[in-house]
């Protein structure tokens, strides 16, 4: 059996720990990948300090040298994509298809990562001062974690460790430990292009051990998390405590409002897309319809059929349209959401249960679940599920839609479906979340456009896009004087 290993300071480790964890395939729970061996205190150190030591010399390279290894890293992920994504979805249960096109989704962030090596730019301004010149620039940061999720465990950690590396940071990555084998392989394909040791550190262990040592760590700069908003907030406590950078992208419950001249068949399928696909396990994830009385009827039936037709399986049959929830844990979850959305009076129009016909019962597999008459303080309108429980929520007009839709401690993603202007305008200029949709599902994004959420969704800058940099990198003020004399009146 494969035993996952660190690899720190350019060599592969097995962990000296005795703690261990399976790593299983949560389709078919008999199918056990690997185990890891958590990561010592000891040995996140050591990681820290060997990306320490790498600093200055990674620092010293030329940006566009730097991106070149990007690039290539992102070659040698398309040449080996479709292996790639059967690993994925082996590991952590989605779709073939939602596999295939987050790989997709980390090639074009390297890609675009591997550019910005080459648009590192500062800007010159105009000084006061005759015979002086004041420009800025961008510097690396130094040692920087890098403390990714299970859901997207490929995509999420190439849209931090790209441009981390593109800037001239040296990294210490902390996956979950729930997705060692995908943390491996992306490594691997790193070492392969050519990142020199010490550059790129992989630490596979718990949070509360080989994480809280990362953390607070003197020669840990900067701190980028994914995940959620318990973990995210200590952490970002005792990051911060110290004077490190500290970016969180954390929960999310994002509604979708649904006006009474919708396209239905647009709604229903783009609804189910964001509700069901995988598995509700996204940040994006559509968690409540806010719909117009006046259709809602329509729209419950027509989704709660769409529900009903989901195909449920193993996620490398190519039928499969969602696999499993990622582990026991979350499994148990979900199905404690669905007991709490009956107790406090949900309607539970279809759905709610263990999916367990046709060998489901092999993994931890939850059907689509549909809650109707949501109201605002029920527990499954305002806590995050990550299962594919969607709560429609009635409401009697757009203003009625507006502040049920901001009704929630999260900002992250949203949508409307309608074909009125002044709706779509109102709707994004009032919508309290930080990407928003018009007429499409509440997922998706693309490697060139900023990517974050406002309230308790995040913390410090956005990721990706324009934006990717700037979390990775200080800006310096140079000022230049060539009059060569003494001056008088400096006000600072």
């Given amino acids: 059996m494969i035993v996952y290993r660190n690899f720190i300071n350019g060599e592969w480790r097995e962990s000296a720990s005795s703690k261990t964890v399976e790593n299983i395939n949560p389709a078919r729970i008999s199918d056990v990948l690997g185990t890891v061996r958590l990561a010592t205190r000891e040995e996140a150190r050591s990681a820290v300090e060997a990306a320490s030591e790498a600093f200055r010399g990674w620092r010293a390279m030329p940006a566009p040298v730097r991106g070149r290894i990007i690039a290539r890293f992102g070659r040698l992920l398309e040449d080996n994509k479709e292996e790639f994504a059967q690993l994925l979805t082996r590991e952590e249960g989605k779709t073939i298809a939602e596999s295939r096109g987050e790989l997709q989704r980390a090639i074009n962030v390297a890609e675009f990562c591997a550019g910005e090596a080459r648009r590192m730019n500062g800007e010159t301004i105009q000084s006061e001062i005759p015979s002086n010149f004041a420009y800025t620039i961008k510097q690396p940061l130094g040692v920087v974690a890098c403390i990714t999720p299970w859901n997207f465990p490929v995509a999420i950690p190439i849209w931090k460790l790209a441009p981390a590396l593109v800037a001239g940071n040296t990294v210490i990555f902390k996956p979950a430990t729930l997705t060692p084998a995908t943390a491996v392989r992306i490594v691997e394909i790193f070492e392969e292009a050519g990142v020199p040791k010490g550059v790129l550190n992989l630490v596979i262990g718990s949070g509360s051990e080989a994480g809280d040592e990362i953390i607070n ?37 994002n509604p979708v409002v649904i006006m009474e001249d919708a396209d239905l068949d647009l709604a229903v399928e783009s609804t189910a897309q964001g509700a069901f696909g995988s598995s509700g396990q996204r940040c ?10 006046t259709i ?13 037709k989901m195909r449920l399986g193993d996620g490398n049959d190519s039928n499969t349209e969602m696999g499993p929830s990622v582990d026991e844990n979350q499994f148990k979850t979900v199905l404690k959401y669905i007991d709490i959305g009956r107790e406090d009076g949900a309607s539970l129009a279809c759905g709610g249960a263990r999916a367990s016909t046709d060998g489901l019962n092999e993994g931890y597999f939850v059907q689509p679940t549909v809650f109707d008459h949501v109201t605002p303080d029920m527990r499954i309108a305002r806590e995050e599920i990550f299962g594919p429980v969607l709560s429609v929520q009635r409401v009697k007009d757009f203003d009625e839609a507006m502040l049920v839709a901001n009704d929630s401690e999260y900002g992250l993603s949203s949508s409307i479906f309608t074909n009125d202007a002044a709706c779509v305008f109102r709707f994004v200029d009032e919508i309290e979340t930080g990407m928003t949709h018009i007429n499409s599902p509440t997922t998706g994004g693309e490697a060139h456009i900023p990517f974050g959420g406002v309230k308790a969704t995040g913390i410090g800058d956005r990721e990706q896009g324009s934006t990717a940099l700037d979390f990775y990198t200080e800006l310096k003020v140079v000022y230049v004087d060539y009059t060569g004399s003494k001056r008088e009146g400096n006000l600072y």
């Fill in 296 to 308: 809602a009827d329509e729209f419950v039936k027509r989704i709660v059929d769409r529900a009903g």
């Fill in 284 to 293: 994006t994830a559509t968690s409540r319809a806010v719909v117009v009385n």
């Fill in 217 to 253: 760590h003197k020669a840990v700069r900067a701190v980028s998390f994914t995940g959620s908003n318990d973990v995210g907030i200590r952490l970002y406590e005792q990051a911060s405590r110290r004077g490190a950078k500290v970016q969180c992208e954390m929960g999310g419950k």
